[in-house]
């Protein structure tokens, strides 16, 4: 029997590959104001999931003012220990992925971001829930929407609040396209285009694996398109068509998409055109046009530093390390018990996952699908 | 009953609107070389339609050394009137839509270029021929593969040569990217994205008539993107999808395309991603990705100065003036009676027309189409 055991197995004897290009390097510039003095309430987070990306995410706490990294979930015993000795995490607060659930008599933790392979986020941030600690869930939060609103209403039926690391909503240059164009600055919106995607590396990585990953590029890369094209237009679709096309059906194998383009229609008339690629470089870029102006960003959701311009000339915003300043904000979010007033809770990532869905349908019956969002 | 000159009156009435975003701005900096003595042979060239594209040609050529204006066909008198004044053509050169056959007895003129509107390219074209005089014709060389495949045909069996005015085959910027593609710069190519768009204006004017236009932005600007993604590519794509968005089914009516975003498979896997648009800013984008590098244009395709960057750095190409070079160039391939080595000539041009019957026939169906280019 496949056990949850042999699927993290098998992942931590694979690197968790991230993209290579500088666009995606390791940002080593401080927060913005991390020098300022703080005395308020930090959240106590634990951290599920201590591959590549937990390791940045908790290399990136380090420098938190409103999180604290005091918790660690791992099938892998060697793993929890040196994460004890590297982050000074008491023991008491280590779980494995049989008894996590445990974590609801545990006092110290008020929180567990769950950065696990994707297909995997559905039952645990379930779990978590059910323990009352509010639950953080990396990108893609579930790999379709039905889990997704299953998650959700898991939550809420909890008491617990569910926020997605949608990282590019607490980053500067990001927020101010967005103030821009909601101040009217590119006039009415006409266009946006999105390109995300890399060259992926080790084929046996979970990443490929249907099981582990629940598709392909467009779950882990394609998907800061589709929240990408929301926040730069400014609305949600109202329709998408999509084409594949899979150049290795070795590597790519069923279900596990290499190149996907889609489009996307909204309210206004305003369209979309973006591509998720595993097989392509030099891609990280947004391209929103309207009457009146228009923005670039190249890279534009990578970790490292965002680069854009618009009709107006570069942006010059702060150089922030994306997952500080996520963590620091989002924990002021769960500490105030309000909804977040940027879109990054559960119920919106149930959009992007609606949206997946119908990208996905679109490939397989070849026609445009309308979109509910 | 509707005649060729009430086509033509209309048109004369209405302003032909060319994309006033600055890439389309005239570039008035002088063509490369221009200085240089030249006593060869000289193509003596008669312009059919003497609209604002004629206009601007009839200008560019007085800059030329292998191509003279030395005939102007027009249904306006006052029109002929004045280019005899402005560039001291002869009345003997001059004819209308009615006697232009008549050419054929003029041994001072050895070719025409055909600037009228896209529908009347396919008689005009063929009348030319028939009259055994060399025909340029401007892009879209018809309204469809049928119809371009005629005078093609027409041509051949008449012993004429047949260009099409892709004058981005002769501008030094795109050249130098496609010298870089050939000689492997950008390694294997993946992925091409082609914007090209502008915001219509005087909603009477001809281009939005489908009997003379054909269609909408896809025959007028989109064809950019369709020809470049085969020269960027190196390719010609096997498969088209295509979306249509119209917001204003006033101003674009039954057959005329406001929007259409179109996709395009190749032979190798790459794919591309393109947009013609007649309701947006700013869009003249080229991007040409590959696993070892890539290029952008932006402006890609307009008069004024193309302008281009690459993985290696900008593009410092001459600035020219397109329709000299053009012509100049033209007018070298006419004078030497060869197959051109650029792929300016009809049979490239029913190319992109069957891409054209593509795109249309896949917003018709909202299914993939292949393509036998």
């Known amino acids: 029997m496949n056990t949850r055991r042999d699927f993290l197995q098998k992942l931590a004897a694979s690197a968790i590959a991230f993209p290579s290009i500088t666009s995606f390097a390791a940002a080593t510039v401080p927060v913005v104001g991390c020098n300022t003095p703080y005395d308020g309430p930090?959240?106590?987070?634990?951290i599920m999931g201590l591959g590549s990306y937990g390791t940045?995410?908790?290399?990136?706490?380090?420098?938190?003012?409103?999180?604290?990294?005091?918790?660690?979930?791992?099938?892998?015993?060697?793993k929890l220990k040196n994460w004890q000795a590297?982050?000074?995490?008491?023991?008491?607060?280590?779980?494995n992925y049989e008894n996590f659930d445990a974590v609801r008599n545990n006092p110290d933790i008020d929180a567990v971001y769950v950065i696990t392979p994707n297909a995997l986020h559905?039952?645990?941030?379930?779990?978590?829930?059910?323990?009352?600690?509010?639950?953080?869930?990396?990108?893609?939060?579930?790999v379709n929407a039905k889990e997704g609103q299953?998650?959700?209403?898991?939550?809420?039926?909890a008491g617990v609040k569910l926020l997605v690391g949608y990282r590019m909503h607490f980053e500067p240059h990001t927020l101010e396209v967005i103030r821009m164009r909601k101040a009217g600055q590119f006039g009415t919106i006409r266009f946006f285009q999105g390109l995300t995607g890399f060259t992926i590396g080790d084929p046996t990585q979970?990443?490929?694996?249907?099981?582990l990953s629940g598709g392909g590029s467009l779950m882990d890369i394609g998907i800061y398109s589709i929240n990408g094209?929301?926040?730069m237009v400014g609305e949600d679709p109202v329709w998408v068509t999509a084409q594949e096309t899979k150049t290795d059906k070795v590597k790519f194998k069923e279900g596990v998409d290499e190149t996907i383009q889609f489009q996307l229609g909204f309210p206004s008339g305003a369209v979309a055109s973006c591509l998720s690629t595993y097989n392509m470089n030099n891609l990280d870029k947004f391209f929103l046009d309207g009457t009146g102006g228009w923005a670039e960003m190249w890279p534009s959701t990578g970790y490292g530093p965002i680069k854009g311009r618009t009709h107006l000339g570069e942006l010059n915003q702060p150089i922030v390390t994306h997952q500080t300043l996520q963590m620091d904000e989002m924990s002021g979010i769960l500490l105030a018990g309000e909804q977040p007033v940027v879109p990054v809770d559960g119920a919106e990532a149930v959009k992007d996952l609606k949206v997946i869905d119908g990208i996905y349908a679109s490939v397989a019956s070849g026609k445009r699908v309308d979109l509910q969002l």
Request: with cysteine.
């Open 42 to 46: 930090v959240l106590r987070v634990a």
């Open 229 to 231: 094209s929301r926040y």
């Open 86 to 95: 590297k982050y000074n995490i008491p023991e008491k607060n280590c779980y």
């Open 206 to 211: 979970w990443r490929l694996n249907k099981q």
């Open 56 to 78: 940045r995410v908790a290399e990136a706490m380090q420098s938190c003012k409103k999180a604290k990294l005091v918790g660690a979930i791992s099938g892998t015993p060697a």
């Open 150 to 157: 299953e998650m959700v209403d898991a939550c809420k039926q």
């Open 122 to 142: 559905h039952d645990q941030v379930i779990r978590v829930a059910k323990a009352g600690k509010h639950a953080i869930c990396e990108k893609p939060m579930a």
